[in-house]
């Protein structure tokens, strides 16, 4: 991948973040708790991935996305642990959303998902601006 192509799909990927955010708030005002908890993982995994490709940084797996992501950038104190916490805790919600018969999510639990997320897509953001500068 040359540099601009990097760039493009660094891009592509934070608006595809974006988007799925918005897709979010549109399930949860619908009351689709377990798909909206689907897509505040999926915009959370789209920035993370965005961040690591910016770094050249390879992964396979969403389980490997998550784990590059803790090592490089959770481990070195360039994000809180929270963070790191945050896109676990999506991961095996998601999952457990999209797998299990009998999981099903509420506002009281989503709800607050949503600044939370929306603070990492905005932080990770800042961190891409600043590599691009």
Do not use: C
Not at 75 to 102: A, E, P
């Amino acid at each position: 991948m040359t540099d601009k192509e990097r760039i493009e799909y660094v891009n592509y990927r934070i608006e595809s973040a974006r988007k799925t955010f918005e897709a979010a708030k549109i399930l949860a005002e619908n009351g689709f708790w377990n798909s909206t908890v689907n897509r505040l993982y999926y915009s959370l995994f789209y920035a993370v991935n965005a961040l690591l490709v910016l770094n050249e940084i390879q992964t396979k797996s969403h389980a490997s996305t998550k784990s590059q992501f803790s090592l490089h950038f959770v481990k070195t104190g360039r994000f809180d642990k929270k963070y790191g916490r945050l896109l676990s805790q999506l991961y095996d919600w998601r999952q457990k959303g999209d797998y299990d018969n009998i999981s099903d999510f509420n506002s009281e639990i989503v709800m607050p998902l949503f600044s939370q997320v929306e603070e990492m897509i905005n932080l990770i953001n800042e961190e891409i601006s600043k590599h691009n500068s």
